[in-house]
C-alpha cells in the first residue's frame, strides 16, 4: 500500500483530496507539524504547500514535479496576452510603475499588484538575487484551472471572474485553449502540472503554471485531479526520464 503525506491543516480542496486517495487505496498520513514522525519508514506521494514538501521530500524519496521557474516569461505574448518577465528582486525595486509580482513557484513574495517596485518586501528582509515573475497589470474576465497530465487537460473547472472567486464548471473553450497551449509550450513543463488561463480583453491568455501537488482542486474531479497529483509527486525512482529535469530542488 503506498501512502500519501499531508500537513497539518487541510483546506476543503485537500480534504477532497485526501478522500478520493483512500478510495483509490492510498493510506493517507496527516502530520500534526512540520517535524518527521517517528515510526513513518515510508512514503511515496504527497499533497501540500512548497514549505511543507521541502521538509519531507529528502526523508522520503518524494519527487515533487514544478515548471521552470521561466516558464511563464517565456512564452510568446500570443500566449499570454502580456508582457511577463523575470528577475532578481533587486531588479524590480527600481520599477515605477503598477506591476504584479510574485514568485516563480513558491509564495515567497506575495502575489499581488504592486503600485511600484519600492513597495516590496526590502533587502532586509529578501536576498537581493531572489527570482521573481514581472507582468503588465491585467483583469482576466474568467480564469480557469486546469490539470494537465501527459499533454492533455485532464480536468479543471473555472475558480474566478473579475478577480473574484467564481466556482463553475471547466468551460470547452477554457479546455480547447489550454489544449493549444500544451501543444505549443507543453514540452517545456513536466508531464503532470496544473495550468491557469484565462480571458483577458476578450482573449484567452496563460495566468501561470502551478505544481499539481500544491494546487487546490475548485470544482474539478477529485479522483481526476489524483491521477495528476499522484504522477507530480511520487517516488523518484518512478519519474520518466524526460520529466527528471522538472524535480524541485527543495530551498
Known sequence: MRTMLLPPRLTASAESV????QRYGLRTVQFTSFTLPDGLRG???????PGFADVVVPAYGIAPLEAPRDWLAGLPRELTRRDVRIMPIAEAYALR???????????????????DGSRLPGPDAVDPETVVLVSDVVTFEA??????????????????????????????????????VLAEAGAALPSAI???????????????????????????????ALDVILRAAGPVGDVAPRDRRFIRVPS
Open 18 to 21: 485526501r478522500e478520493a486517495a
Open 43 to 49: 512514503a511515496e506521494h504527497l499533497h501540500a504547500g
Open 97 to 115: 510603475r503598477p506591476v504584479f509580482i510574485k514568485s516563480p513557484n513558491d509564495k515567497g513574495i506575495r502575489a499581488m499588484v504592486y503600485a
Open 143 to 180: 480564469e480557469y484551472r486546469l490539470h494537465c497530465l501527459d499533454g492533455t487537460v485532464h480536468t479543471g473547472s473555472r475558480y474566478a471572474e473579475n478577480g473574484r472567486l467564481a466556482l463553475g464548471p471547466l468551460s470547452e473553450a477554457a479546455k480547447a485553449f489550454g489544449t493549444e
Open 194 to 224: 496544473v495550468v491557469d488561463v484565462g480571458t483577458a480583453d476578450g482573449h484567452w491568455a496563460v495566468v501561470e503554471a502551478n505544481a499539481a501537488w500544491a494546487s487546490g482542486l475548485y470544482t474539478a474531479s477529485p479522483e481526476l
